[in-house]
């Protein structure tokens, strides 16, 4: 049977081996479980494990440095230097709770976090959000951001069955003349609207990000993601079970009104 207080101990130790990767324990408060999206598997032995499965994916991740369940590694996305420093804790000596709960200690500090099974990332720059999207998707992770303040109340209707519906949607509102799939789940919609300064080159010739989500807390977590980017500006309607990202906010106003959705909006900074 695990016990919270010799799992503390361990962290404890590690904490004096590790250094700056520290584990803080949290006294006699009771843990912040692990959030039920966090996929169970994949599970790994070492950090090693994670990397190799980076390498797999085709993100070779140079080590950097090493620590007790820990290392840290450099990778190349998008023509950009990422480090991601890894973290795997023994599920013999961790429930996932616990594992949870040191993830959530990093949350909690501002860090967005890659996590599944028995592991966990930080990506490092935390502030480009897209760097840690690609990091979970090859390694079958999701993406967990900082619990920065919620959204606005958001409608639970309309809902729509795929992207394509919600692109359709979109069509008829006139902002959605082709389409890009990125995934089942997810669209690039073009349009002839007038391009937008704050629209960076990975939006060229599109204007909307269509994505469909398994459940409110899907859909907050990559909101919250969005929010958390320190680079560029959002502007996200969304309603029920789908966000639609911008860079043209006059646009994005717009369709909430015709699509019952809601507006948020976001600066880098603030």
């Not at 720059?125 to 840690?132: K, W």
């Not at 389409?179 to 007038?194: D, K, P, V, Y």
């Amino acid at each position: 049977m695990k016990r919270t207080v010799s799992a503390l101990a361990a962290l404890l130790a590690l904490t004096a081996l590790t250094g700056c990767d520290r584990f803080e324990p949290r006294g006699g408060k009771s843990l912040d479980p692990m959030p039920a999206d966090v996929p169970v598997t994949p599970q790994y032995t070492s950090p090693d494990e994670v990397v190799a499965a980076l390498e797999r994916a085709g993100i070779p991740c140079e080590v950097l440095r090493r620590r007790t369940g820990a290392l840290d590694c450099e990778a190349q996305i998008s023509g950009a230097t990422v480090e991601n420093r890894i973290q795997v804790l023994n599920p013999e000596e961790f429930s996932r709770d616990e594992v949870g709960d040191s993830i959530a200690a990093w949350r909690n500090s501002g860090t967005t976090v890659v996590a599944a099974g028995n592991w966990f990332i930080r990506v490092l720059p935390n502030g480009t959000p897209a760097h840690s999207i690609k990091i979970a998707e090859a390694v079958g992770a999701v993406v967990l951001p900082p619990p920065l303040p919620p959204p606005p109340d958001i409608p639970s209707t309309p809902a729509h069955r795929s992207a394509d519906a919600l692109a359709d949607a979109l069509h008829k509102a006139g902002s959605c003349t082709d389409r890009e799939r990125r995934s089942a789940r997810e669209l690039l919609c073009g349009s002839r609207t007038a391009e937008s300064k704050t629209c960076d080159t990975s939006w060229a010739d599109h204007h909307a990000l269509l994505l469909l989500h398994d459940n409110a807390a899907a859909r907050d977590d990559h909101i919250r993601l969005l929010l958390s980017n320190d680079h560029t500006p959002a502007a996200v309607v969304t309603a029920a079970n789908w966000t639609i990202q911008f860079c043209d906010p006059a646009t994005a106003r717009a369709t909430a009104d015709t699509l019952g959705g809601v507006l948020i909006t976001h600066e880098p900074g603030t």
